[in-house]
């Protein structure tokens, strides 16, 4: 029993490691907002066995265009990060 346990772990950890390959490959040609609506489309069918694991391997891949895409919706010119670090 517990070898079939631990077979499957093994097993799952393999399959989200495809995840994570895969967003990661697609992200060379998808924007941000691509990839989070498959990573949603991949939690929404299920198929993710440890979702905590593909998303802190990706988050930052997945979180790319949204800090420009919010600054552009509220008319914010410039770097947020720029002007972070020009004030300390």
Same mark, same amino acid.
């Given at each position: 029993m517990k070898h079939t346990k631990m077979l499957? *772990?093994?097993?799952d950890l393999v399959n989200d490691k495809e995840?994570? &390959?895969a967003i990661k490959e697609v992200s060379e040609f998808a924007s941000g907002? /691509?990839? =989070? =609506? #498959?990573?949603?489309? #991949?939690?929404? *069918?299920?198929?993710?066995?440890?979702? &905590?694991?593909?998303?802190n391997s990706t988050w930052s891949i997945l979180? &790319?265009?949204?800090?420009? /895409?919010k600054r552009k919706e509220m008319n914010l010119p410039g770097n947020l990060y720029c002007d972070l670090f020009n004030s300390i």
């Open positions: 499957v *772990m093994f097993w995840y994570i &390959d907002y /691509q990839l =989070r =609506r #498959l990573f949603v489309t #991949l939690l929404s *069918m299920n198929t993710i066995s440890k979702p &905590d694991i593909v998303w979180c &790319d265009g949204i800090l420009y /895409q």
